[in-house]
């Protein structure tokens, strides 16, 4: 039986780990040291135990009285509790700052190529960020368990072994084939896991499209039903969870009858040689309890091969959210390699591919001052295009060159070209903190942004002005506010190239105009996606997605009104 | 929130599922008996020894500790899998309820939570309280239940020894209720910060295209950074909170430990004990020991529960049904009228003393400049917000008094952003309705120009796929399967190009054909039908692709309200110079 690990399986976390340890190697020794300590100190009561039952009968170690080995017992329990404190102390600060060092790694590949393969959904996305960035901190603990059980097993076997060989092979040796048996059938439960996973997130993600989408659940009356399709969604979790459940519940129980089991075997084994008086009370009462000890590391080995398959889901799942190859970037702390933003005059003419199922070819050029208009029907790739054009998208199978050099579209980024999505998003916070998220823009440059983007009248109207909050994620703006302040963000920078979708679709008459005037008297080079024809009247040139061979040039006898 | 409030609690939850609960408790009384007896069998077998009986008066009791080891586990297994089955069921109906609360919450608490925050209480804390659940029904009671038995063990072999332990464990419930007790509201901090910070992390992943357009990373890296740095404080002390009760039992074992050894040492001394029984005295305080740091195990997730248990019992609380008026609506198309409505929105957006009426089978559209306040008063009329002054009465009937699922079903609302869920298609239709048939779906689609997808009803929709126009679209879809007698659309067109909306634009008057409806736009121009610029020409009062009648917003307040045949000739109206201005600025940009 083999772990299912292909060329695209499970990525192993290991190098991972390994890095995130060398970020902060100190405070990892000294949890580690006493972790192991710790773990190492449980062989203790056993000994002691046996000491005492030896007492009773014939003497103790080190001609030892019953005060003696009272006093032991109670000052190694103490001595105990003093290590876990010491261990907890600079553990839980290690697993919170790698848990965190980890989420802005991964935020930093999230921005890097925001559209990635997996986890689209800002719901599944955000479980990422939460559940697996926690499940990897944890994972940085494996090799100190994993050192402290091997410590404990082998010096436990030691002492077992110098009572009495025989009897450690009797016991022993059927307990580890149990648990190699049951070992072996874990590594069958990678693929549960991955279900209960999914089951997981498609709960996370409804959860996030219903909050969403209340107004229109709310209005629809629909809102009773979204939460029966949660129940149903709810449901196939519980079954995916219980599968899984199943196996480990069955394997915990096997495990946690060894104690009991490894006894009856001690008593069988021994009955004649305790008779004789060859095996002592308190041989016996050493074995028991060491025996005891052994089910609970066996369960601990159990749970070591539980973080481990968790952390090789986690590590695939943060890859996921990446780009290909993220896991060997996961740990590192680095930002991702920062493109320089590209001097855009120089570039003037773009040559690439439909972004849809067609992927005819298209040129098109941008002149300083000039408005470029990507028209289309619905679906006809006018949104996708940009989102390729700005560096939103990894796809490898468009090619997009300027000026016959194919550059990293990334490189299109502030201060000399400027994106507005469609429906622009803020974060919580005023709007001159949502004006200010790469540079610290001047009054002047603020102002300027507002005017150009016709949103000057609008902030003077409010009574805090520019330090107006604006809602979680903008939602106290309008649509028209919204998309106005988008472009005041944009523009704040004072790009030669702005790239903009839609831009007027949320726009009265009015403030459009004020938003012409103010965008195309400053030679600043626009690129639109729009379909209106008040836009495309407007327009320079234009270039039509929907038309069999998209060709550029003036706007045609089609294209006006 | 006192323990007795929070145990019965847990037990109303459990309702509904206390048979499983009773085989759990008969599987783990199995368990803990069988646990108990194994020692109390060595024991005997250790008196023979000590008898120097034959070993065939030994080799029974061994063989009843080998039954016993296999019986343990099969009983372990029973309850295990009762108790996990139990914790689903309770916390997967807990989920949905506080998801209908959510829901219910009034749009200002809606808009000042992120979807984030929402999936981090719904799914976040009721995955603890969960946890607790399993705690409580599985380790927690039997860990009792089964230090319990190790005391009564203890008293049965050795009165004195049996109440000095009782006395150590009364000593650390007691020291450990104070921890729990003080370590409350450092949960409830963390449970805060934790919140906070994924908050955040929502609103970073949601806003994603615009960080990395803006090439924000180190923007986005500052706010993340900051939130967990506020964040880290609480989480430190509430983590060590539950890790002091766990080295207080460490400790106190070890007490407990030597204590048996100065107490039963002399006892076998003086012969008042057979060595069989000292062991069995000193398995039962192991036997002690085991339950009880399985329990301190859970308490970090146990104090971690607290503070996610009284967030979930705060807002279960909330839960009522919606009050309910229980008047009927008339059938056919509804009057409206409007009197002196009332709501501000953060002191930004809002509508002040709007009064109007709309006649049955009147259309009417709201213009006015961006941050009017026009969908601030579709979200009134579709009942979605409740005025803070002012009436609204549709059907002649006050709107507080109709019942909430006829109004459902009579109004039609579509919102400015059109939303999906990741469901099927047929779901995203219907909106999770199972009563309407597939054919009406398929119609739906068919009306709005998306007839090719039906044989896609019952794929999952991947919402992230769709352009804006299919959403619009698709949205547009949902009010063709209902039958309403008010339609509030909210920019309906805004977002299709021209030959999308000329298709859908005579699809969207015949379906508003015979009925009551508001239409929300900043585009005059989508009032004119795209073919006929002169809005006069096309028929008896109505020409076909127009409006009744227009109400001009002006920060929040009705400036114009008139119908459109005499407004649109009217120069000096304001929507006469709306108009104007509009075909001016087109005009103007043409080549």
Known sequence: MSAPSGPSGTATPWAVVARLIHRDPWRYAVTATFWVLWHAWALLPGLLAAAFFDTLQHHGPFGWGLGDVAAAAAAAGLMRAALMLMAVQSGVALHFRTRVRLQLELLGLVLQYPESRAARAPGALLSTFRDDGERLALAIDWPFDAVAGLVFWVVGLAILWSVSPALTLKVFLPLVAVVGVASAARTRLTHFLEGRRAATTRVTGFLWDIWVGRDTLAAAGAEARAVQHLARLGAERRTAELRDRRWLMALEAVFGGTAQLGSALVLLAAAAAMQQGRFSVGALALFATYLVQVAQYIGFVGYLMDSAREAGVAVQRLADAGLPGSAQALGRGTLPPATGPVRLPSLTEFTGTVPTATRRPITLRVTPGHLTVITGAVGSGKTTLLRHLVGLVDDPDILVSWNGVAIDPRQLRPPHAAYVPEHPRFLSGTIRDNLAWTTHPSAGAVDAALARSALEATVARFPQGLDTPVGVGGQALSGGQATRLALARALVHGPDLLVADSLTHALDADSEERLWQGLLDEGTAILLASARPGVLRRADDVIDLSSRSPRFGRPGPLDSP | ?591
Request: hydrophobic content about 50%.
């Open chain 2, 1 to 591: 929130m006192g323990t007795v409030g929070t145990v019965s609690y847990l037990w109303q939850q459990l309702r509904g599922a206390r048979a499983p609960v009773a085989a759990m408790g008969g599987a783990l009384a199995a368990r803990i008996g069988l646990t108990l007896a194994s020692p109390w069998l060595v024991g005997r077998f250790l008196d023979g020894v000590e008898r120097h009986a034959p070993l065939s008066q030994l080799q029974p009791w061994a063989v009843g500790v080998l039954a016993a080891a296999l019986l343990t586990p099969v009983a372990a297994y029973a309850a295990g899998i009762l108790a996990y089955t139990v914790e689903w069921t309770v916390a997967n109906r807990l989920r949905g309820r506080l998801a209908a609360v959510a829901l219910a919450l009034p749009v200002p608490r809606h808009r000042a939570m992120t979807p984030g925050e929402m999936v981090e209480r719904v799914d976040g804390d009721v995955a603890a309280l969960g946890g607790l659940l399993s705690n409580l029904g599985l380790q927690v009671v039997a860990s009792i239940a089964q230090a319990l038995a190790a005391l009564g063990g203890l008293w049965f072999v050795n009165r004195g020894l049996g109440l000095m332990l009782a006395g150590l464990v009364a000593l650390v419930a007691w020291a450990w209720e104070r921890f729990r007790r003080a370590a409350v509201p450092l949960v409830e901090a963390e449970r805060q910060g934790s919140a906070d910070t994924y908050g955040l992390v929502g609103e970073l992943v949601a806003a994603r295209d615009d960080l990395a357009a803006e090439g924000a990373l180190h923007y986005a890296h500052r706010r993340l950074a900051h939130a967990a740095g506020r964040w880290e404080p609480s989480y430190v002390r509430a983590e060590l909170s539950g890790y002091v009760a766990w080295a207080l039992l460490l400790g106190a074992f070890g007490l407990a430990d030597g204590a048996t050894y100065l107490v039963s040492g002399p006892l076998y001394f003086g012969a008042h004990l057979p060595l069989g029984t000292v062991y069995v005295l000193v398995a039962y305080v192991g036997l002690l020991a085991a339950p009880l740091s399985s329990l301190r195990e859970q308490i970090a997730e146990l104090q971690r529960g607290q503070g996610s248990l009284r967030r979930v019992m705060a807002w279960d609380r909330q839960f009522s049904p919606a009050a309910t008026g229980g008047c009927e609506l008339p059938p056919g198309p509804l009057p409206l009228s409007v009197s002196r409505l009332r709501w501000r929105h953060d002191g930004v957006r809002g509508v002040h003393d709007v009064s109007f009426a709309l006649a049955p089978r009147r259309h009417l559209a709201v213009v006015g400049a961006s941050g009017a306040g026009k969908s601030t008063l579709a979200t009134l009329l579709a009942h979605l917000v409740e005025p803070e002054g002012g009436t609204i009465h549709l059907g002649g009937i006050a709107l507080p008094q109709v019942d909430p699922a006829a109004l459902r079903r009579r109004i039609a609302y579509l919102p400015q952003t059109p939303a999906l869920f990741a469901a099927s298609l047929m779901d995203n239709l219907t909106l999770f309705d199972p009563a309407i048939p597939t054919h009406r779906a398929a119609d739906g689609l068919a009306a709005v120009g998306l007839g090719a997808w039906t044989d896609r009803l019952q794929h999952p929709l991947d919402p992230s796929t769709l352009s804006a126009g299919e959403r619009e679209l698709l949205a547009l879809a949902r009010v063709w399967l209902g039958d309403p007698g008010l339609v509030i659309l909210d920019e309906p067109l805004s977002r299709l190009d021209r030959a999308h909306r000329g298709e859908v634009a005579t699809r969207w008057w015949s379906l508003l054909e015979g009925r009551t409806a508001v239409i929300i736009t900043h585009r005059l121009t989508t009032l004119v039908s795209d073919s006929s610029v002169d809005p006069r020409g096309a028929g008896p009062d109505r020409p076909h692709g127009t409006v009744d009648e227009i109400l001009v917003l002006d920060e929040g307040r009705v400036v114009e309200h008139g119908s459109f045949a005499c407004l649109v000739q009217d120069p000096m109206s304001r929507f006469g110079q709306l108009l104007a201005a509009e075909r001016a600025a087109d005009a103007a940009s043409a080549p």
